[in-house]
């Protein structure tokens, strides 16, 4: 299963950008890049995904490396409500609908 | 559109026991996954299903089994509980099985084994 590195946990204050590193220097050709986050006492929800370009939706954007070895989770002004685990996990196309998933990063954001 | 849907979101059984778990998919998705969540393991990946045929498993025992219906319905079932089994199960949906689509996940059924 392709391996990714996040920081165990992260501070943030309200209001002002979030960059979450992650690291996959195993990542193929055709893995895909997702990210997930766990608010306390829910399950899992979905953030974003991508393969070779930045992409951005409604909650966040995903900036990825040329060389595709690291990417970054990019929250543009934190809340409260983003106090999170971030998981950034690789796809592999072999692996199907299968989440492997890692220690995250714990996100915690002070007024 | 209703989310992912667990049934029941709380359940205590006796180890040795056997359990079933219900997931309804968001409409329209004919992929579901499921996952246990533990504190000392994290979350792992349990088996995944797509148009009524399992694609993926992971790695635990025969006693973790599941199946999905037609209408993409799932459930999952421990027999001969353990302590160790005391978790909670999350099931998650796509609308397709593959690496390209992202899973949206239900809230959990918390079971404790006593």
């Known amino acids: 299963d392709a391996k990714t590195t996040q920081p165990n946990s992260m501070e943030s204050n309200e209001e002002e950008p979030v960059h979450l590193p992650c690291n996959h220097s195993t990542i193929s050709g055709t893995d895909y890049i997702h990210w997930y986050r766990q608010l306390p006492s829910q399950g899992p929800e979905y953030v974003i995904h991508?393969?070779?370009s930045n992409v951005n939706n409604r909650m966040a954007s995903l900036a990825i490396a040329e060389d595709r070895k690291s990417s970054t989770l990019i929250l543009h002004r934190a809340t409260l409500r983003d106090a999170a685990v971030y998981y950034c996990?690789?796809?592999?196309?072999?692996?199907?609908?299968?989440?492997?998933f890692g220690q995250g990063t714990e996100l915690s954001v002070k007024p | 559109k209703a989310g992912v849907t667990q049934t029941p979101r709380y359940l205590i059984k006796t180890r040795g026991q056997q359990v079933t778990l219900s997931c309804s998919p968001i409409s329209g998705h004919r992929s579901v996954s499921w996952y246990q969540q533990t504190p000392g393991q994290g979350l792992q990946f349990l088996f995944e299903y797509f148009s009524e045929t399992q694609r993926n498993k992971g790695n635990f025992p025969g006693r973790f089994s599941g199946r999905q219906f037609s209408n993409s319905r799932s459930e999952m079932n421990v027999s001969t509980l353990e302590l160790g089994d005391s978790a909670l199960y999350l099931c998650?949906?796509?609308?397709?099985?593959?690496?390209?689509?992202?899973?949206?996940f239900g809230p959990g059924t918390r079971l404790t084994v006593t």
């Open positions: 996990i690789l796809r592999e196309g072999n692996q199907g609908g299968k989440l492997i």
């Open positions: 991508g393969l070779t």
């Open positions: 998650a949906s796509s609308l397709a099985a593959g690496q390209g689509y992202e899973q949206y």
